[in-house]
């Protein structure tokens, strides 16, 4: 394996391989140390696999040897040219990564793989988290598969179809009083007593890893080529942080070259502690407390958020934040423009990189990548109200007919018995027999 130990990523102290996750040294987050020598070797024994489409075909820029078993297939996802977007928003070149299609219909079963990966490594016998909900879901997904048991703490007012979208998995489920934050407190202190395997605490340097792949995936999805700029929602910091890394460490491997990509970063007002420390010219994150439809992105007191803040400055990136009405509309629009249906996290992305380009954080003639997170039928209930009830007619031609006549906004098509070509278009004539 290539992983030579954990590094502080402030300090740059080393430690050994173990589920420790901060510095004894500065208290910041530890992350996986390389053995770039033996990555190198491992490339040119065993390149990337093409007949492995899930995030293991990068197995050799990860913590692990091999595919673990009963794996669930996360990653290598749809990158999708958005077009219709690209137009309403007033880009020239825009693509989105479509995560939504994961296991668990979120990004986080990336992440999990990893970590799950690791406590088998170790011989970890439970595994835990604290969620916000779509972690939740991907690790009762993953651990059902592992057969490892898997206590998730939630806060004790999550949206009930998150609940379920784990529950349906068989973990135990706890939930918490208090917010994100609280939930999160209370697991450190379970983890430090009991060294359960806690995915997203003391696994989370090789769990953040996961996040990688979504930039080895984009470049290998636009032919070994980089974007100009990426928009990444953000909550605890990890995936920003992780996907610039993602291109650095192809850079420095020499397979690709170019500009490193602009990352800026999308919150939702109710939360935004990375984008207002951004905006106020801070080094640190003053936490805040949530209050948002965008459950998923909840987080006030961001666990990577000062690695969050030195990739948007590294990278020349930008950051912005949007309202709940927006989120919504963001929705819609992905929905309409390009028929990817996100969840609220997904909402807000989109509407950020609006903002972003109307600020002119982001230039037209950037090629720029979005990443949709989450998948739309995890957050239904924010749409509720959003649409009006079709209207019902009798199973009859003709009553069809009568509401088809009546409805001018629905006449998006003429009316006109199939088969024969348009009388404006004299020179088409049906297919032979
Ligand atoms: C967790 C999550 C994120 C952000 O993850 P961080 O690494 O904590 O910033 C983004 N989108 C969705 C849907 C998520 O569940
Ligand atoms: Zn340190």
């Known amino acids: 394996m290539s992983v030579a130990g954990l590094v502080c990523s402030l300090c740059g102290e080393r430690f050994p391989v173990s589920a420790q996750y901060v510095c004894t040294e500065c208290f910041g987050p530890l992350e ?15 390149p990337f696999p093409c007949h492995t489409s899930s995030l293991w075909r990068y197995r050799a820029l990860l913590p692990v040897n091999e595919i673990p078993p009963n794996d669930l297939g996360a990653g290598f996802t749809p990158l999708h040219p958005a077009e219709r977007l690209a137009k309403e928003i007033g880009l020239e070149e825009l693509w989105i990564k479509n995560d939504t299609v994961n296991p668990s219909y979120s990004f986080k079963d990336r992440v999990v793989a990893l970590a799950v990966a690791t406590a ?21 997904a993953h651990a059902a598969r592992a057969g490892l048991p898997a206590y998730l703490f939630v806060p004790a007012d999550l949206e009930p179809e ?29 983890a430090d007593r009991y060294g359960w395997g806690f995915v997203n605490i ?29 928009v990444v929602p953000a909550a605890g910091g990890s995936l920003a942080t992780k996907i610039a890394k993602g291109f650095q460490e192809l850079l420095d491997l020499g397979l ?33 407390r949530p209050q948002t439809i965008a459950r998923s992105l909840a987080i006030g007191n961001p666990a990577d958020g000062v690695l969050a803040l030195k990739t948007i400055r590294e990278t020349g990136g930008a950051a912005a934040a949007v309202t709940d009405e927006e989120i919504i509309e963001g929705i819609r629009l992905l929905a309409r423009t390009e028929g990817i249906f996100a969840e609220t996290a997904g909402g807000v992305t989109v509407a950020a990189l ?18 949709i997170t989450g998948n739309g039928y995890k957050t239904v ?3 509720e109200g959003q649409a009006s009830a ?23 098509v003429e009316l006109r018995p199939a088969g024969f070509p348009a009388a404006s278009q004299g020179g088409v004539h049906p297919c032979p027999e």
């Open 381 to 383: 209930s924010a749409l």
């Open 354 to 371: 609006r903002k972003l380009v109307a600020q002119g954080h982001i230039r037209p003639d950037e090629r720029t990548v979005l990443y």
């Open 256 to 288: 690709v070259f170019g500009e490193r990509p602009r990352v800026s970063i999308a919150q939702a007002a109710g939360c935004a502690p990375i984008v207002r420390a951004w905006e106020a010219g801070l080094d640190h994150v003053e936490p805040v």
């Open 202 to 230: 003391n696994l989370r340097p090789f769990y953040a890893e996961g996040s990688k792949t979504l930039a080895f995936e984009t470049v290998e999805q636009l032919g070994w080529d980089l974007p100009d700029h990426v």
């Open 120 to 140: 088998q490594q170790m011989g970890i016998p439970v595994v835990a988290c604290a969620s916000t909900g779509n972690l939740a879901s991907a690790l009762a």
């Open 32 to 46: 996986v140390a390389y053995d770039w020598e033996a990555v190198r070797q491992r490339l040119t024994s065993e």
């Open 162 to 190: 998150k609940i379920l979208g784990a529950a349906v998995y068989g973990p135990h489920i706890i939930g918490v009083k208090g917010t994100y934050d609280d939930v999160n407190r209370l697991c450190i202190q379970i």
């Open 390 to 412: 079709p209207p019902v007619v009798e199973p009859r031609l003709a009553d069809f007919e009568r509401w088809y006549a009546t409805h001018s906004s629905a006449q998006a």
